[in-house]
């Protein structure tokens, strides 16, 4: 399958290309150039599937012309190695918890993936690959654990200085070997402009091979999509009209449950669930797009003002509002409605949310008081644990730190640090 570029001026390219280059050279993202429905026969055995095998199914639709089917299953496989169930909370509304990966966090499904994708590609040309990313917390800890000590990838990590909570930073600082953190005076898009300078750049890409982590990159993206049949899969059939929310950030997470709609999983509606940093639900209320610099909030990960993977949702719908608004709405939650919420569901209910989970909670809830024949799930994005201080304020009392985090705790940070400038970024590379 090729790929086209959002922005319709770079040639099509091949999955190798797509997913080594990461952007576009116009600057675009990249899409695939078919996107059908699944076969009826896949819905109706979804339901009776396990994980993996849906995961494996939805790959060889886009990937299997690509790779061998042997080696795409053992991605697959590999990549999912742990649980991501489905919890009841109450009523008809679930969670879906993504924080079983050996990060603690969504972004282990994409990261693996891709970490995996990436090293076959990596030994097939022979060639150092140097991934770029930028974080504001999970996605840097998922990169780096996905890529360590990968042959063939080195992997430079950008996070804003003091904005990422404590046990994300331990994750991917403390890991040396072919992971470079570096500390960014400035803001997470600061660090994203970086890496996308970095790209567009043809001095520091003539010098060496660059690629993007992010969800940018249609390899870090794809996977995503697998846990939105799993979460229907396991919500059963005949539950009534499905909602999904999402805690969004840069729209990589929603726009693979989108991608999913696009494919036939029956959803029949998205919440894009935001903190104050409200620029898509703004554009879904009036159809007017305006990014401005991102507010620091306690859902940090979601402190995004200029959301990169929007870029594909417009193309996915043509650029329609109408249409977008129809199948996605917007709901904004403030800190201390953040706050809240994590304490009423845990006295109320038993359930730990954390600060992002929380977004999506409240989101779903609103929807289902307002339309009772909904059934459906939002996105648990990390483990409570990774933001112990806020969680702990929340419900005045402790939690245990798991051992999967734990494990970070006593080690050593190796940071470099750096002003919020390209050039200082490109001399550091070169």
């Given at each position: 399958?090729?790929?086209?570029?959002?922005?319709?001026?770079?040639?099509?390219?091949?999955?190798?290309?797509?997913?080594?280059?990461?952007?576009?050279?116009?600057?675009?993202?990249?899409?695939?150039?078919?996107?059908?429905?699944?076969?009826?026969?896949?819905?109706?055995?979804?339901?009776?599937?396990?994980?993996?095998?849906?995961?494996?199914?939805?790959?060889?639709?886009?990937?299997?012309?690509?790779?061998?089917?042997?080696?795409?299953?053992?991605?697959?496989?590999?990549?999912?190695?742990?649980?991501?169930?489905?919890?009841?909370?109450?009523?008809?509304?679930?969670?879906?918890?993504?924080?079983?990966?050996?990060?603690?966090?969504?972004?282990?499904?994409?990261?693996?993936?891709m970490a995996r994708l990436l090293g076959y590609f990596t030994r097939c040309d022979h060639q150092e690959l140097n991934v770029l990313v930028a974080t504001s917390g999970d996605t840097?800890?998922?990169?780096?654990?996905?890529?360590?000590?990968?042959?063939?990838?080195?992997?430079?990590?950008?996070?804003?200085?003091?904005?990422?909570?404590?046990?994300?930073?331990?994750?991917?600082?403390?890991?040396?070997?072919?992971?470079?953190?570096?500390?960014?005076?400035?803001?997470?898009?600061?660090?994203?402009?970086?890496?996308?300078?970095?790209?567009?750049?043809?001095?520091?890409?003539?010098?060496?091979?660059?690629?993007?982590?992010?969800?940018?990159?249609?390899?870090?993206?794809?996977?995503?999509?697998?846990?939105?049949?799993?979460?229907?899969?396991?919500?059963?059939?005949?539950?009534?009209?499905?909602?999904?929310?999402?805690?969004?950030?840069?729209?990589?997470?929603?726009?693979?449950?989108?991608?999913?709609?696009?494919?036939?999983?029956?959803?029949?509606?998205?919440?894009?669930?935001?903190?104050?940093?409200?620029?898509?639900?703004?554009?879904?209320?009036?159809?007017?797009?305006?990014?401005?610099?991102?507010?620091?909030?306690?859902?940090?990960?979601?402190?995004?003002?200029?959301?990169?993977?929007?870029?594909?949702?417009?193309?996915?719908?043509?650029?329609?509002?109408?249409?977008?608004?129809?199948?996605?709405?917007?709901?904004?939650?403030?800190?201390?409605?953040?706050?809240?919420?994590?304490?009423?569901?845990?006295?109320?209910?038993?359930?730990?949310?954390?600060?992002?989970?929380?977004?999506?909670?409240?989101?779903?809830?609103?929807?289902?008081?307002?339309?009772?024949?909904?059934?459906?799930?939002?996105?648990?994005?990390?483990?409570?644990?990774?933001?112990?201080?806020?969680?702990?304020?929340?419900?005045?009392?402790?939690?245990?730190?798991?051992?999967?985090?734990?494990?970070?705790?006593?080690?050593?940070?190796?940071?470099?640090?750096?002003?919020?400038?390209?050039?200082?970024?490109?001399?550091?590379?070169?």
């Amino acid at each position: 399958m090729l790929y086209y570029s959002t922005r319709k001026k770079a040639p099509a390219a091949s999955l190798s290309e797509a997913v080594t280059k990461g952007l576009a050279p116009d600057g675009g993202l990249y899409m695939p150039e078919q996107m059908g429905l699944l076969p009826e026969d896949f819905f109706k055995r979804m339901y009776s599937m396990d994980f993996q095998d849906i995961a494996f199914e939805v790959a060889m639709y886009f990937l299997g012309n690509d790779l061998p089917a042997g080696e795409l299953k053992r991605m697959v496989y590999d990549t999912l190695d742990f649980p991501v169930p489905l919890v009841h909370i109450h009523d008809r509304l679930c969670t879906l918890e993504l924080f079983h990966g050996p990060t603690m966090a969504f972004k282990d499904v994409g990261a693996r993936f891709m970490a995996r994708l990436l090293g076959y590609f990596t030994r097939c040309d022979h060639q150092e690959l140097n991934v770029l990313v930028a974080t504001s917390g999970d996605t840097g800890s998922a990169v780096a654990n996905g890529f360590f000590q990968i042959p063939g990838i080195r992997v430079f990590v950008l996070y804003p200085r003091g904005l990422v909570s404590t046990v994300q930073e331990k994750q991917f600082t403390t890991l040396g070997g072919n992971i470079t953190a570096i500390s960014v005076e400035g803001t997470f898009d600061d660090c994203q402009t970086i890496v996308k300078q970095a790209f567009a750049d043809e001095e520091l890409n003539r010098h060496m091979k660059l690629t993007s982590a992010n969800s940018i990159n249609w390899a870090r993206l794809l996977p995503q999509s697998f846990y939105y049949f799993w979460g229907v899969a396991q919500l059963g059939r005949d539950t009534g009209d499905i909602v999904c929310a999402v805690p969004s950030g840069n729209f990589g997470n929603i726009c693979a449950g989108l991608i999913a709609k696009r494919l036939g999983l029956p959803v029949a509606h998205f919440i894009a669930a935001t903190n104050i940093n409200d620029i898509v639900p703004q554009y879904l209320k009036n159809g007017n797009f305006n990014p401005r610099p991102s507010v620091a909030t306690i859902a940090n990960a979601m402190d995004v003002g200029n959301p990169s993977n929007f870029a594909r949702i417009i193309d996915l719908y043509h650029g329609s509002h109408e249409n977008i608004s129809r199948d996605i709405s917007g709901f904004v939650s403030t800190d201390e409605q953040i706050r809240l919420t994590i304490k009423d569901v845990y006295t109320n209910h038993g359930y730990l949310l954390d600060p992002h989970g929380a977004t999506g909670y409240r989101a779903l809830k609103s929807c289902m008081d307002n339309h009772p024949s909904t059934s459906g799930f939002f996105i648990e994005t990390a483990h409570p644990a990774k933001f112990t201080e806020i969680v702990e304020s929340s419900i005045n009392q402790e939690i245990a730190l798991p051992p999967n985090l734990a494990r970070f705790s006593n080690k050593i940070s190796q940071i470099v640090e750096m002003p919020a400038s390209f050039e200082a970024f490109k001399e550091f590379l070169i």
